[in-house]
């Protein structure tokens, strides 16, 4: 019984390794294909790579000296670099350009030594011309919308010699991204003198409170705002009323000057200046508006009689040095 037992453990120990020798190719086979399907799919992701990177640094407009178009050193270094797991050599990268798609304008170009600058002319699809990207002249002046593409090709080579040797190849076209010259147009500014003016010629007094003096104050400008600067020179016949006294300049209805230590003035010319203002951000005139400025008194104020005058000065909100005093409308 133990005999028996034992010839049965030898024969299976013998199937094993025959099993085993027999599914070993094959496990090693799908090992194998593992392995060379990823480096071709990194050889070929290499490859794709290096042209993206190349032509979109060829496209653009470079930030000193020429322009990365015509640095064909530099497209196909570029390309190396991105393309190292893949094995792309400078001479591996082909550049040329377009008008369009498929409408090459210009002589195609392989980079033989990037360190000497030597430029092997390719012919064939390629139009046959003189004009390059290497140092010589003439050079290569792209028209507005024109391409610039760089083809990477690369030789895959598996481990094993059973698969044979595959061409990766990729190819990316950018359009050339040139400078434009712009001639700067001056900015025709609007002057406060020429827009800014009293809607009527005179002061009038409030229908509703007979103590404001007022005059409308109006902005025929589109665009440009402007802001109080300064009240000078405010007077009133003062032998008709000896003790009114200005109690508050009020713009658009709020105050943006108050007498603050109530004296009765009697002894005008009064000046305002900025520094005076109650409120500096309520002094604004802005485009298309009618503003009304008010000189509020402690009594009744009789234009006819009182005689009041002011000189109103302007400023200009994006013009700094642009000042006026608006005289009366049409």
């Not at 400078?179 to 007094?205: N, W």
Request: charged share 20%.
């Amino acid at each position: 019984m133990v005999r028996f037992i034992s010839r049965i453990r030898k024969k299976q120990r013998a199937q094993a390794m025959v099993e085993f020798a027999l599914t070993l190719p094959v496990f090693l086979l799908a090992v194998w294909g593992v392995i060379e399907l990823s480096r071709f799919f990194l050889a070929y992701s290499s490859v794709y790579t290096a042209s993206r990177e190349a032509s979109r640094f060829a496209s653009s407009v470079g930030e000193l000296g020429e322009p990365n178009y015509l640095q064909c050193a530099e497209i196909a270094n570029v390309a190396v670099d991105m393309g190292f797991f893949g094995g792309v050599n400078f001479e591996d990268v082909i550049i040329f350009y377009e008008s369009s798609p498929g409408v090459i304008t210009g002589s195609c170009f392989r980079i033989a030594d990037a360190g000497k600058e030597k430029f092997i002319a390719l012919k064939g699809n390629c139009y046959d011309g003189s004009i390059t990207c290497s140092n010589t002249t003439p050079r290569y002046q792209p028209a507005f919308g024109d391409r610039v593409q760089v083809q990477v090709e690369t030789l895959y080579k598996p481990i094993v010699g059973i698969v044979p040797e595959m061409p990766v190849k990729a190819n990316n076209g950018r359009t050339i991204m040139m400078e434009i010259k712009r001639t700067p147009v001056p900015m025709i500014r609007e002057l406060c003198a020429d827009y800014v003016h009293f809607k009527q010629s005179g002061l009038q007094v409030d229908p509703s409170d007979s103590s404001i003096l007022y005059i409308e104050v109006l902005n025929e400008s589109s665009k440009s705002n402007f802001i109080v600067f300064a009240i000078e020179n405010i007077d009133w016949n003062s032998k008709y009323y000896d003790e009114v006294i200005l109690e508050t300049i009020n713009w658009d209805g709020n105050p943006i000057w108050l007498n603050e230590d109530g004296q009765a003035y009697e002894l005008p010319p009064i000046t305002i200046i900025e520094e005076s203002f109650y409120a500096g951000s309520l002094r604004n005139l802005l485009a298309k508006e009618t503003i009304k400025l008010e000189f509020d008194f402690s009594d009744k104020a009789n234009q006819s009689d009182f005689n009041l005058t002011f000189d109103l000065v302007l400023q200009n909100a994006s013009l700094p040095t642009d000042y006026c005093d608006p005289v009366a409308g049409n």
